[in-house]
């Protein structure tokens, strides 16, 4: 019995649990939804979706379409990472689609333009992501600019600028970029041999290198005085600022910081080439909102935002495989928006879990603290 | 010019509405970032009741079913923030995002799921509603009214009452100033949250139909284009009081209007200025308003903050 207690009110478990509560509803409200729509369908709609490569035999094909769904996993624990990153100073970088959006424009037009090697697009792309991210903070620390409003601003005007910029590096007959292929071979991410392994030369060393990343976020935020420092700034920013920590840098180098790792993500998409930019597009790409999605199921830790990326982008991937004359293809959108939407009621649902196993004699204190905390 | 008025007006009274909707939530202390996702449900009810009211019903009928629509829609759909805020003390930026998103999701989903009913050749997410559409328009001379404009002019003087002159809206704004002091002297926060919420979703949903009327059919796919972040943008600018936000809804009106008509007007034609830039111009004027008009802000000291009656 004790040992048991003690498992549940373990942070880690009571995280990983109610991620999947949310998940297990999302689903399931999903599936009600195709019942509504198509009643006899809907068995094998939902299907489809959570098999996404299972739908094809395992072998070469299946391996195939998994890489498929890795090549866009990579970009989504960027994007998760970064908002992530920011909620833990108590940020909320909506700005990261834009800060996406530069990394696409910057990665893209160095690479078709200037023909650099992919590392040195790369970085710029995380540098011209910093740019935007170091925006919304001076905007924020010393403006006091809400930095979800000064950020979906940010995301339109990146969109439009980014088309702008790219409409120099686009096919004349279509209204895509130049595939990398043939016009900046060099910015190419190499693959080292991983492109054989998945049968599918779209995938790089852009996964390996995203799981870094998220290795070395939770060692910056939890392992070192600066992300000691950028939480005390987050739990309180008269605290931090009174304990002699420069709390407006830290918001500033905070969003910064999170703008690169967003701007970084989309070079990881565009540069492995499996994308082309399309220079009209009307709307911010879904993968920083889909972020904001991976990081609170990942119950806000860089290592679980890696799982909860994986399953998001799998489900989003699974759309494809929708029969499109029974079914709207938004439905995976739809299952991401609501378990966004249920993680809002995460603390309350990691009180139940702990509350659940406690003895009726210690109306918990502990229980409390949690509630107040959110 | 007639034109750019028209638009102008028009745009401005979206604005409006639906930054008054964000600052009844915001004075009762609710922080409602779902802004833009109540609009675009608001939308869909509007324009679902416009495409099924058989064509030729009384123009009058029309309108008020419409903005009926609209309105049970917004309502309805604000309460997931209710909910979430004030029942479940769920950060209310998160719950925002994900309202935002669900909005979207839902009604392409929707939409489609209709449309494919119609016709199984047809994926699209627009709604069509060219034959009732002109039933919420009266022409004076060149001028084209919309009722909407009447309906915020309306809200705008109905705020201005209903937060300032009566018992409610000043007890609303006691629970986004200081909800435990208000606690104690009798006023019952989470019912005056509620009230804050819902009555955001009311203009929110008038709001996103009036928007999307501007056109005769609307590509749910798309949402509202950050209209709703433009609307909170007003609200800032206009400090939470409704007689300077429609001053600051026309300001952003008419940036708006000017990137729907330069073609048409000569000297701005003329200078070839790229169709981008006025796009551009709505989202580059509302961060340089932000920037001057949020250091020294009027926000409600307590907006954003769940209410916990134990905590002091």
């Avoid at chain 2, 050749?121 to 009732?132: D, K, L, Q, W």
């Amino acid at each position: 019995m004790k040992n048991k207690k003690s498992f549940m009110e373990n942070p880690a478990v009571q995280g990983i649990l109610s991620a999947l509560i949310c998940i297990v509803i999302g689903v399931l409200i999903g599936y009600i939804v195709l019942l509504v729509i198509n009643p006899a369908e809907a068995g094998t709609g939902i299907m489809a979706i959570m098999k996404n490569f299972f739908n094809y035999p395992i072998g070469k094909i299946g391996m195939k379409y998994f890489g498929s769904t890795l090549v866009k996993t990579a970009p989504l624990i960027m994007c998760a990472l970064s908002i992530c990153f920011c909620y833990k100073v108590g940020l909320f970088n909506i700005g990261a689609a834009g800060q996406y959006v530069v990394g696409a424009g910057v990665s893209l037009y160095t690479a078709l333009a200037w023909g650099l090697p992919w590392y040195l697009c790369i970085i710029l792309a995380g540098l011209g992501g910093a740019l935007s991210g170091l925006l919304i903070g001076v905007l924020k620390a010393f403006l006091n600019v809400n930095e979800v409003i000064s950020g979906i601003m940010l995301n339109w005007i990146s969109l439009y600028c980014v088309n702008m910029l790219l409409t120099g590096v686009k096919e004349p007959s279509s209204p895509y970029t130049l595939p990398l292929t043939g016009h900046g071979n060099a910015g190419l991410i190499p693959s080292l041999g991983l492109s054989t392994l998945f049968n599918n030369d779209k995938v790089t060393i852009a996964i390996p290198l995203s799981i870094l990343f998220a290795i070395l976020v939770w060692v910056i935020l939890d392992k070192t005085k600066f992300g000691y420092e950028l939480k005390a700034t987050g739990y309180n920013k008269n605290a931090a600022k009174y304990a002699g920590m420069k709390e407006k840098k830290n918001i500033i180098i905070a969003l910064a910081i999170g703008g690169a790792l967003a701007a970084i993500g989309a070079s990881f998409l565009y540069l492995s080439g499996i994308e082309n930019w399309e220079v009209g597009r009307s709307s911010v790409p879904g993968m920083g909102f889909n972020g904001i999605a991976a990081t609170f199921l990942g119950a806000l830790n860089p290592i679980g935002s890696i799982f909860s990326s994986f399953f998001i982008q799998h489900i989003t991937d699974g759309a494809v495989f929708l029969d499109k004359t029974a079914f709207p293809s938004q439905i995976p959108d739809l299952i991401t928006a609501i378990i966004i939407y249920l993680c809002g009621f995460m603390g309350f649902i990691k009180m139940l879990l702990a509350g659940k196993k406690k003895n009726k004699a210690a109306p918990s204190a502990e229980t409390k603290q949690e509630g107040g905390k959110q | 010019m007639v034109l750019l008025l028209q638009y102008m007006l028009l745009f401005a009274s979206v604005l409006a509405l639906v930054a008054l909707g964000g600052c009844f939530s915001e004075h009762s202390g609710v922080i409602n970032l779902g802004l833009e996702g109540v609009m675009v449900i608001g939308a869909l009810g509007g324009a679902l009741v416009l495409k099924y009211m058989p064509a030729g019903s009384p123009a009058a009928l029309i309108v008020i079913l419409t903005v009926i629509g609209a309105v049970i829609c917004g309502a309805l759909y604000s309460s997931l923030l209710g909910i979430a805020a004030i029942k479940f003390n769920a950060d209310q930026t998160l719950v925002g995002t994900a309202m935002n998103m669900l909005a979207t999701a839902v009604a392409s989903v929707l939409v489609k799921a209709i449309n494919l009913s119609e016709d199984s050749s047809n994926t699209s997410s627009v709604v069509t509603y060219i034959e009732n559409k002109p039933a919420l328009t009266l022409r004076i001379g060149d001028f084209e009214f919309n009722w909407f404009m009447l309906l915020a002019l309306l809200a705008v003087i109905g705020a201005y009452i209903l937060l300032y002159k009566t018992k409610f809206g000043l007890r609303l704004m006691a629970c986004g100033e200081n909800p435990q002091a208000a606690d104690s002297v009798g006023i019952n926060v989470y019912k005056m949250r509620w009230a804050g919420v819902l009555l955001s979703g009311v203009l929110g949903g008038l709001g996103g139909i009036a928007y999307i009327t501007a056109g005769s059919s609307w590509t749910f796919e798309t949402g509202v284009a950050g209209y709703g972040f433009l609307a909170l943008a007003v609200m800032i600018f206009g400090q939470w009081k409704p007689q300077r936000i429609i001053l600051a809804a026309l300001l952003f009106g008419f940036f708006r209007a000017l990137g729907s008509v330069y073609s048409g007007i000569d000297w701005l034609a003329a200078m070839n200025i790229p169709s981008t830039i006025y796009n551009l111009m709505p989202y580059i004027i509302s961060l340089v308003v932000l920037m001057f008009s949020s250091r020294n802000s009027a926000a409600p000291k307590s907006e954003g903050i769940p209410y916990d009656k134990g905590s002091r």
